[in-house]
């Protein structure tokens, strides 16, 4: 009987170490080990991306907005560097700057037996922000041309806009200023075409962001405005292209 209870009770035993050895196993997922150098300690990396768009409306229709004539345009630039401190790792800081005009010389709304017409507006606006950021590089494989990376964002950034209304006898004007505070990842891709040159490729910063906009309306009346988002959708349509050069 005594040899019995010691031998399920060694059973038992060994049934928990196995299983505690398989759980390891199963979840080990590597990262204590040391993968391939996709990009080596003391590398240094400078790139970023420009935009423009313009476009010009005449008599244009978009489902409840009728007549529209209007020119505008958006220009944004967004350089940054990294510095690696690790294998595979790094820190850097990314800045950008973005500008946009938008003139509605006349266009017109029509809902049912309501209808609004906007006429001479004319809206300006500059926005910046500067990031601190740290980048880990993940190689697909043992390849040394692909990878994908995670990059960690902590920024601060600013804005300014004119708004201008003319259709009525007086010029209405508003001038907003705003800042903003963000913390997020941006998940991406790298490959590259050289030794020293790749193309990056993100689908925007998911994360958290808070912007408090501060308005004046005709120099007289204020007003401002908190906006808190929280972002963990990924959008294919935003997906974001850029140079990168690796020293």
């Known amino acids: 009987m005594y040899g019995m209870r010691k031998l399920i009770l060694l059973s038992v035993m060994l049934c928990i170490t196995g299983a505690s050895g398989v759980r390891a196993q199963r979840y080990d997922r590597g990262f204590e080990r040391s993968s391939i150098a996709f990009v080596e300690k003391g590398t240094w990396t400078a790139g970023g991306s420009?935009?423009?768009?313009a476009h010009k409306n005449d008599n244009y229709r978009f489902f409840v907005i009728e007549d529209i004539n209007s020119t505008g345009y958006r220009?944004?630039?967004n350089p940054g560097f990294c510095y690696i401190v690790r294998d595979n790792m790094g820190l850097g800081a990314r800045f950008s700057y973005g500008r946009q005009l938008l003139k509605v010389e006349r266009a017109n709304?029509?809902?049912d037996e309501i209808d609004?017409?906007?006429k001479d507006y004319y809206a300006l606006s500059h926005d910046y922000s500067v990031m601190a950021i740290y980048r880990n590089y993940i190689p697909i494989g043992n390849s040394r041309r692909f990878?994908?990376?995670?990059?960690?964002?902590?920024?601060?950034?600013?804005?300014q806009a004119k708004l201008l209304d003319g259709h009525k006898a007086e010029v209405l004007g508003t001038y907003e200023k705003s800042v903003s505070a963000s913390i997020g990842v941006c998940p991406g891709m790298v490959a590259f075409?050289?030794?020293?040159?790749?193309v990056e490729f993100n689908v925007g910063m998911l994360g958290l962001k808070y912007t408090h906009v501060d308005q004046v309306h005709n120099q007289k009346y204020t007003g401002d405005r908190r906006t808190a988002q929280i972002n963990f959708k990924i959008n294919i349509l935003a997906i974001g292209f850029g140079l990168a050069y690796y020293l």
């Open 116 to 118: 609004i017409n906007v």
């Open 109 to 111: 709304i029509s809902i």
């Open 50 to 53: 420009v935009a423009y768009s």
């Open 75 to 77: 220009f944004s630039l």
């Open 147 to 159: 990878a994908i990376y995670s990059e960690m964002q902590i920024g601060l950034g600013g804005g």
């Open 193 to 198: 075409i050289n030794n020293h040159f790749a």
